[in-house]
């Protein structure tokens, strides 16, 4: 599969790769003006872009040829703002079982602060269905 820098999506948004192995994945991105809602801190909907695209790297180092996914869940708590910096979702899958994924996926922001904890499912379609 092509990497996530290869999507005309995340290359719009600016999301850089990063981990894709062993059910770990993660991405992250420099905050821009662009990133930005009204009150000028980052918007929740550019923390969920991070939280899916770490999930599906996490989700795309455990397949195997020919399967693919879609994400079915993602629950997001927002714990800090952010209105700078770089931020990194980083995603562990915690369980691969019955095409299902689940993983645990953390944003924080200048690698230190913890902005956002999530939890998400894929579902895992194609291969031996």
Do not use: C, Y
Request: glycine letters at 12%; charged letters at 20%.
């Amino acid at each position: 599969m092509p990497g996530d820098d290869d999507s005309p999506f995340s290359r719009f948004i600016g999301i850089q790769d990063g981990l894709s192995e062993g059910g770990v994945g993660s991405v992250s991105l420099a905050v821009r003006p662009h990133h930005l809602q009204a009150a000028g801190r980052v918007h929740g909907g550019l923390i969920a872009v991070l939280v899916d695209t770490a999930f599906f790297r996490a989700v795309r180092s455990l397949l195997a040829p020919g399967q693919g996914t879609t994400t079915i869940e993602l629950k997001i708590n927002f714990l800090e703002p952010a209105d700078s910096g770089r931020l990194t979702a980083t995603a562990t899958i915690i369980s691969n079982a019955n095409r299902l994924m689940v993983a645990d996926i953390e944003v924080t922001a200048d690698g230190n602060r913890l902005i956002a904890q999530a939890t998400g499912t894929f579902l895992v379609i194609g291969g031996d269905d």
